[in-house]
């Protein structure tokens, strides 16, 4: 089995220090709970920015001051931007980071509920907008998949030409109002997707760790961290990061699969730098 690439999803646009404290704002926050989840087993991490108070931003010079300040610490780490920003951001403000031109960034296949009245919209002439933009730059993306539906939204625009190979998926699942991340749902999706696609599970919340789990035992990759799960243990918040990633790390010890570096990675993934 291929080695197994950890994604250290650390920030988010949500999840704010009165959830957990470790949630960084800062860039020197960003650039320590990134060194810490690198230094314990991510080779990817999955950024988003924030202003110093937390409120969420895609704004250009703020990745460009993150994306620095990580590189100065982990040079060889794969820094993956969000394109998804926050809800109600414009397309134009979410694609800012992918003016950076950075190896990888995340494309998001459909629309979802966020709970209450938030929608996170991407409609079709969206995904084709950001398709465009990301891969005239020569990035790499992620296609994030909330469902079964946005696996079959990137088949049909795969075979329009639109999204191309090779083709790496994230399955988020267990978001309120989105596909819910049971075994049965994992093998689902698993199983839709063609034979060279590769893929990495996100579980929010109770589901983080199971998931992670079932694809590290049927060949998948893991994101983890605390823009999709705070806590370590049911009701124990964790202790940042880094303690999510070691947990993944130990689990994949016990399933005798090894932790690919960001160079094992990129090939596993097909990125060409440029
Ligand atoms: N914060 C969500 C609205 C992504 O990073 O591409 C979108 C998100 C997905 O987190
Ligand atoms: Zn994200």
Redesign the pocket.
């Known amino acids: 089995m291929e080695k197994l690439i950890i994604t250290a999803?650390i920030c988010?646009?949500?999840v704010m220090k009165v959830h957990n404290e470790y949630v960084p704002y800062t860039i020197a926050e960003i650039q320590s709970e990134a060194y810490k989840a690198y230094i314990a087993g991510a080779s990817i991490i999955?950024l988003?920015v924030r202003e110093d108070d937390g409120t969420?931003t895609q704004n250009k010079v703020r990745f460009e001051k993150a994306i620095k300040a990580i590189k100065e610490v982990c040079p060889d780490v794969i820094i993956q931007p969000?394109?998804?920003?926050?809800?109600g951001m414009t397309n134009d403000e979410r694609l800012q980071p992918t003016e950076l031109y950075p190896e990888m960034c995340?494309?998001?296949c459909g629309s979802v509920n966020?709970g209450g009245d938030e929608v996170?919209i991407n409609t079709e002439n969206d995904i084709i907008y950001f398709a465009e933009k990301i891969y005239e730059k020569g990035i790499f993306p992620e296609l994030?998949c909330f469902g079964k539906m946005h696996v079959d939204q990137v088949l049909n625009l795969y075979k329009k030409g639109i999204i191309k190979e090779p083709m790496h998926f994230s399955f988020?699942l267990g978001v309120n109002g989105g596909q819910s991340g049971t075994e049965r749902d994992f093998i689902f999706l698993k199983e839709s997707l063609p034979n060279n696609a590769t893929y990495s599970v996100a579980g929010i919340g109770k589901f983080e760790f199971s998931l992670a789990e079932l694809a590290i035992i049927h060949g998948g990759h893991v994101r983890v961290g605390l823009?999709d799960n705070i806590y370590i243990s049911k009701g124990v918040l964790a202790n940042g990061n880094e303690e999510l990633v070691l947990k993944v790390v130990e689990l994949a010890k016990t399933h005798k699969r090894e932790i690919a570096t960001p160079e094992e990675a990129r090939k596993i993934l097909g990125i060409k730098r440029p």
């Open positions: 999803a988010g646009a949500e999955h988003h969420p969000s394109t998804g920003g926050a809800v995340t494309l998001d966020f996170f994030e988020v823009e």
